[in-house]
């Protein structure tokens, strides 16, 4: 069975600018919940989507928000970048959500100019 | 709100000594507790993952013990090896809170 895949796996950016990034949870998953991981703040929760629904939200500005689809891949957009935005996006996919295993895909590297 | 701490931060060992690694947590009302091991710039691997139920689960050479009333868990790596150099993060899923809670982590080297 594949694993949870994340794209792009590297990207730079300006501040100011936005960016989508994507994730495909393994195949029958539903639950798929996105983190940001810098080494100040270690793994911070954002959100988590569930049946194309957010179901639950972590403490993050209105500029960090996601989507799921039919198919439970998801995408997370950031608007207006600052510096303090770059960070590894880790996103975990799970049959159902928390109370089930969680896998993790490779990341996504932010890096932000 | 979930509080976890993993002690000790670093954690150095020659290869082939048993070590044990600790995460507390503050909410004992709890789904799960699950052990991930992180390579640097790579996503969290599972290793194992101990249902509120259960005491300890068994992979190989890991053995994770949970202790929900005192809000507790520990690692034990048997017969450490330089390829489990990596850093070791435990996560409890709090009913209350709707998401997991990572601690920082152990970062373990086993010098060859």
């Known amino acids: 069975k594949a694993g949870v895949t994340q794209t792009p796996r590297y990207l730079i950016k300006t501040r100011g600018q936005q960016v989508t990034l994507s994730c495909s949870p393994i195949?029958?998953?539903?639950?798929v919940s996105w983190y940001q991981q810098t080494p100040g703040q270690g793994l911070q929760f954002l959100f988590e989507y569930f049946s194309e629904t957010q179901r639950n939200k972590g403490n993050f500005p209105g500029r960090f928000s996601g989507r799921q689809f039919s198919n439970s891949r998801s995408e997370m957009n950031v608007s207006t970048l600052e510096l303090g935005d770059s960070a590894l996006y880790l996103c975990?996919?799970?049959?159902?959500?928390?109370?089930?295993?969680?896998?993790f895909g490779p990341g996504t590297r932010l890096t932000v100019t | 709100k979930q509080e976890v701490t993993q002690i000790p931060a670093a954690l150095s060992v020659p290869e082939g000594e048993n070590l044990v690694l600790n995460c507390s947590f503050t909410?004992?009302?709890?789904?799960?507790l699950q052990w991930f091991r992180q390579d640097p710039g790579k996503g969290l691997t599972s290793l194992l993952l101990i249902q509120s139920s259960q005491r300890e689960q068994t992979s190989g050479r890991l053995n994770a013990s949970l202790d929900k009333s005192s809000g507790r868990s520990t690692l034990y790596i048997a017969a450490s090896q330089p390829g489990d150099s990596a850093t070791y993060l435990c996560?409890?899923?709090?009913?209350?809170?709707?998401?997991?809670?990572f601690g920082d982590g152990t970062t373990l080297t086993v010098k060859p």
């Open positions: 195949s029958g998953h539903r639950s």
């Open positions: 975990a996919s799970s049959l159902e959500g928390i109370s089930y295993e969680q896998y």
């Open positions: 909410d004992s009302a709890i789904y799960n």
């Open positions: 996560a409890p899923d709090a009913y209350n809170a709707g998401k997991s809670t």
